[in-house]
């Protein structure tokens, strides 16, 4: 990574001010050793202004397209519709792009290579998920099978494509309903905003053909529940996670809390996991 500013800075530029990226913009601005938020783009600026004069060093607001210009590592945090948009002139430029919505990554693959060809890199953070080092290790050796199951309260999967497509009734639900069952990229089609999670774990171990998913709405639970089973030849291992839902109901907490462990990282001296 290269261009650090005059003070010897990383400078990060944040897509989409919603419920991950006003977070990630906060903690920036609140202090993050070596890393200094240097601009943000936004679909309605005039939405954002109030959030943004509230910043103790307000960035630029710039279309989407320029933070690459500003910016070391671009932070995109916007719906995967807009992904290609956000990554593609950044890695173009050399730079990097952490990507939240890697479930859109699958159809937009060609940006590693671009990343690869200009010196750009993209990042993918554990996200809403646990335990990407263990995987990440385990598919050094062979990994034999990646399982996870998801089960959402109903309001972190309306709207879902998958859903309406199949016009199913989730409102009335008074058990747990299995949605899905299939590959992760299959998955990622029918809940591009409810299992990033699932291509995480795919991207980090066996890919996304081979690692295999149960979609299931549950009115039951209150937390977005993620529970995944790895058969590796190093190792076997389970692991789960509960998260809270924050103001958007589809994406968990955690989110943006491990995009800033990603972001501390980046400058740290001391580095704890792969
Ligand atoms: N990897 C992971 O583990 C996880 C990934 N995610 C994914 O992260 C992404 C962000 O999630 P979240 O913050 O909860 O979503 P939100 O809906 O809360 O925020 C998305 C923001 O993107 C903005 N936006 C939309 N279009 C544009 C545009 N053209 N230019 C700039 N900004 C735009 C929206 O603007 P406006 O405010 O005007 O609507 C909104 O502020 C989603 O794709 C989600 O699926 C979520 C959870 C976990
Ligand atoms: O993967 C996602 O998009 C969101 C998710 O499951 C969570 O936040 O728990």
């Known amino acids: 990574m290269t261009g650090l500013n005059a003070s010897g800075e990383l400078r990060v530029a944040i897509a989409g001010l919603g419920s991950i990226g006003t977070k990630i913009a906060t903690a920036l601005d609140q202090g993050v050793e070596g890393l200094t938020l240097s601009a943000v783009a936004v679909r309605d600026p005039a939405k ?3 959030f943004i004069n509230s910043l103790r060093r307000p960035p630029k607001i710039l279309p989407i397209d ?7 590592i671009v932070v995109e945090c916007a ?3 807009q992904l290609r948009a956000i990554v593609e002139p950044a890695v173009r430029r050399g730079k990097s792009a952490v990507v939240v919505s890697v479930g859109g990554l699958l159809d937009n693959f060609d940006l590693v290579d671009l990343a690869r060809t200009n010196g750009g890199r993209i990042l993918v953070p554990t996200g809403a998920l646990i335990g990407l080092d263990a995987v990440n290790a385990a598919a050094v050796g062979t990994i034999h099978s990646v ?5 959402k309260p109903i309001d ?3 709207g879902a494509p998958f859903i309406v497509q199949n016009k199913i009734d989730i409102d009335n639900l008074r058990e747990p309903l299995k949605l899905f069952e299939g590959s992760a990229r299959e998955a990622a089609k029918g809940f591009p905003a409810n299992v990033n999670v699932a291509v995480a774990l795919s991207l980090a171990g066996i890919g996304p053909d081979r690692t295999q998913i149960q979609v299931w709405a ?4 209150t937390r977005n529940v993620h529970r995944i089973e790895v058969e590796a030849d190093s190792a076997r291992f389970s692991m789960g996670i509960e998260n809270v839902p924050s ?3 589809k994406t968990g907490l955690i989110t943006a809390l491990s995009v800033i462990a990603l972001l501390r990282k980046q400058r740290a001296t001391l580095c704890v996991g792969t």
Do not use: I
Request: charged content about 25%.
């Open 218 to 221: 549950d009115p039951t639970v």
């Open 66 to 72: 320029q933070l690459g210009e500003v910016a070391d």
């Open 79 to 81: 719906p995967s519709s």
């Open 147 to 151: 399982k996870m199951v998801t089960r």
């Open 247 to 249: 103001e958007n109901p």
């Open 156 to 158: 972190g999967l309306k």
């Open 48 to 50: 954002h202004q109030a």
